[in-house]
């Protein structure tokens, strides 16, 4: 994560991996030894601390426990970029608070709306 925010000090980056469950001695493991979980948190983490103004995010709640999921979706909703979400999971849909949608594979875009939670719901 360092590497992805170099201006960043180190409570702040504490803080941050806190934020995505990690405590302790947990910020000093080497991503090699993390479960999948936690590669998933820390790629995320990650990218919220990057320069990055865009997100492409598939699937991005896939085989995290609840809580993980919950700090997730905070972290992903407070991010002042754009996010373009790939997901099936609509209470991820619902945490983020969609403003538009595109519908593939015509590029179609349009506001969000209730019509469309209803779409995510059926998948």
Same mark, same amino acid.
């Given at each position: 994560?360092?590497?992805?925010?170099?201006?960043?000090?180190?409570?702040?980056?504490?803080?941050?991996?806190?934020?995505?469950?990690?405590?302790?001695?947990d910020v000093?493991?080497?991503?090699?030894?993390?479960?999948?979980?936690?590669?998933?948190?820390? &790629? #995320?983490? /990650?990218?919220?601390?990057?320069?990055?103004? $865009?997100?492409?995010?598939d699937?991005?709640?896939?085989? @995290?426990? *609840?809580?993980?999921?919950?700090?997730?979706?905070g &972290? #992903?909703? /407070?991010?002042?970029?754009?996010?373009?979400? $790939?997901?099936?999971?609509?209470?991820?849909?619902?945490? @983020?608070? *969609?403003?538009?949608?595109?519908?593939?594979?015509?590029?179609?875009?349009?506001?969000?709306?209730?019509?469309?939670?209803?779409?995510?719901?059926?998948?």
């Open positions: 994560m360092r590497s992805a925010a170099p201006d960043m000090d180190l409570v702040a980056i504490r803080k941050t991996l806190g934020s995505f469950l990690f405590s302790g001695d000093d493991k080497p991503a090699g030894v993390l479960s999948g979980g936690e590669k998933t948190r820390l &790629a #995320l983490a /990650t990218l919220v601390v990057s320069s990055a103004n $865009v997100l492409l995010l699937e991005p709640t896939n085989n @995290l426990d *609840p809580a993980s999921r919950e700090e997730i979706l &972290a #992903l909703h /407070t991010f002042t970029g754009a996010v373009v979400l $790939v997901t099936h999971d609509e209470g991820a849909v619902d945490a @983020l608070q *969609p403003e538009r949608i595109i519908l593939l594979p015509d590029g179609v875009e349009d506001l969000w709306g209730q019509d469309y939670a209803d779409l995510v719901a059926l998948a």
